[in-house]
């Protein structure tokens, strides 16, 4: 597939189904952190919080609440995908690779699905209806381009 094909699939539909995946994505991702952190909605896997700071399971349950709830309201959605899917890595390097070759045998599916769905997120965006877009359209409609301020000089100085 080309660029220019690739380029073609890039419509208003397609920003959508990415925002979709991405709100999706970024609740489940909040989910985890919140279970692990305050048991909610459910409690975490071995019916206990992680105790403050320790290493991996608390600082790891952080990142899944700050990146998560980044990531469904599409702030700096590039940045806490990267984030996360490097935290999703880890995670299934050091906890689930070690019991086994393949994500099936260590129960590292989850782990897995999380670090490579975030990773496509890095390099798609946010899609629409996300903060940065909003923050990029205010910013264009703040600051006139210098294209249009030049012909207004040029313009002025004919006159």
């Not at 925002?19 to 019916?47: E, K, M, N, Q, Y």
Request: proline share 4%; glycine share 10%; net charge neutral.
């Amino acid at each position: 597939m080309t660029t220019q094909s690739f380029s073609r699939l890039r419509g208003p539909s397609v920003d959508y189904a990415v925002a979709a995946f991405r709100v999706v994505i970024g609740f489940l991702f909040f989910c985890h952190g919140t279970s692990t952190l305050f048991a909610w909605p459910t409690a975490p896997h071995g019916g206990h919080t992680a105790a403050v700071g320790a290493w991996p399971s608390w600082w790891g349950a952080v990142i899944q609440l700050v990146c998560g709830a980044a990531l469904f309201l599409g702030l700096g959605t590039r940045v806490a995908a990267f984030v996360a899917s490097g935290s999703m890595a880890y995670a299934y390097f050091w906890s689930h690779q070690p019991d086994g070759a393949l994500p099936i045998q260590n129960n590292g599916e989850l782990s897995a699905i999380f670090c490579w769905a975030l990773f496509l997120m890095i390099f798609l965006g946010g899609g629409a209806l996300s903060l940065d877009r909003l923050i990029v359209r205010s910013r264009r409609t703040e600051q006139p381009s210098d294209d249009h301020e030049a012909a207004g000089d040029l313009s002025e100085a004919k006159a």
